[in-house]
């Protein structure tokens, strides 16, 4: 499903249950622990004992690449992509980057450029201990395009997700507190309308041009957009007035410079809204996936119970038991 896609490490858990959360935990007691020495954290060197299987996917345009491996014998999946070149960094990146010659032909004249290490960084994300589902996920495959009715939702979907091991518990630890606490950007505690906001993964923070964060819901009984009626109208205006005015004074990007949506499939079921700049072509930001705070706000002003029984189109990949499922149902 996507992206994300999500936040990198959003995407479902794929049934790791008790005992991958508890082998997860070895492996970063085991890798990630400080060395020994007071300077330096093993973690630096996590990627060094990484044993390539396969390039799962890449992309010339996007500069990134994913690939499936082992780390101590635990199947994983890392992800490289080139960080933004940004204003800031210029001068010193004119001033002290060596140039290689490859081409000149009259005006005009192409090179290598050797940039000082520090600004010539990889973004890197690693999934570890990956389950087959992770791997599925970032494997370049066909997609199509899915028509579900709302009785297919009930019929088909619902039942598929809840036959489904998905884990969300990294959903709750930063609901409750217990990680990525000091990435939380701003938070309303009401267990009704409260939300906590904070960076999704995808961004680094070091430029407006691509943000992209996340408000996450506190209350657990709304898996995705087919949940929502009129009741919920008061949790939806609460997250977009305030997440947008918590951007404007965090970051000073006005409300009007945002795009705010909700992904149908989502990729995780515990409700959430997407805040991206306006000028970021965000992964799962077309309009067969995203569906705009506002129109869903209409949406239910209009009718209670809109989301119940509207169509909803979204992408399947080939690999998506889900697609089977409307496959074997007639509905494809």
Sequence with gaps: MAESGKRKIEAADGGNGAEGQEESVKIKKTICSDSGDGNVSACEFLLSGFETKAVLRDSAREKNIFIHGKIADQETVVILEKTPIREENLFELFKNSRLKLEMK???????????????????????????????????????????????????????????QSFSIQWVYNILEKKAEADRIVYEDPDPKVGFVLLPDFKWDQKQLDDLYLIAIVHRKDIKSLRDLTSEHIPLLCNIRKRGEDAIQKQYGVPANKLRVYLHYQPSYYHLHVHFTSLSYDAPGSGVERAHLLSDVIQNLQADAQYYHSRSLCFPLRADDGLLSKFKNAGRL
């Design 105 to 163: 032909n009259d005006i005009y004249s192409t090179y290598q450029l050797h940039p000082p290490p520090h600004l010539n960084e990889i973004k890197t994300t690693v999934v570890c201990p990956a389950t087959e589902k992770h791997v599925k996920k970032y494997l370049r495959q066909e997609t199509f395009l899915v028509e579900e009715t709302g009785e297919d939702y009930r019929s088909i979907t619902l039942p598929f997700i809840q036959s």
